[in-house]
Nanobody, 112 residues
Framework: QVQLVESGGGLVQAGGSLRLSCAASGSIPRINTMGWYRQAPGKQRELVATITNFGLANYGSPVKGRFTISRDNAKNTVYLEMNSLKSEDTGVYYC??????WGQGTQVTVSS
């Protein structure tokens, strides 16, 4: 089993920044992809960003150029640096170890 613990969500004004963290523990494959998805009220869950353990990153179109995903393989932790936040970035952000597990989610609210 894999456990994912997220932290760093909260309330921020438009134009501001937040940093999310997600630590994985348990049976983690040596080769893996971790990342973030988000879900706004009334909308489907969508890709924010993923990153392989080799550092190859992939971003959803709405966040390209504003968000940066990174990871510390030694700590099995993935980070999401979110800059120039917009009200449409509001939602629950879920960490994932792709194909294995999801976190509980952390709320991000951007006020305009």
């Amino acid at each position: 089993q894999v456990q994912l613990v997220e932290s760093g969500g909260g309330l921020v004004q438009a134009g501001g920044s937040l940093r999310l963290s997600c630590a994985a523990s348990g049976s983690i494959p040596r080769i893996n992809t971790m990342g973030w998805y988000r879900q706004a009220p009334g909308k489907q869950r969508e890709l924010v960003a993923t990153i392989t353990n080799f550092g190859l990153a992939n971003y959803g179109s709405p966040v390209k150029g504003r968000f940066t995903i990174s990871r510390d393989n030694a700590k099995n932790t993935v980070y999401l640096e979110m800059n120039s936040l917009k009200s449409e970035d509001t939602g629950v952000y879920y960490c994932t170890l792709v194909g294995r597990a999801w976190g509980q989610g952390t709320q991000v609210t951007v006020s305009s």
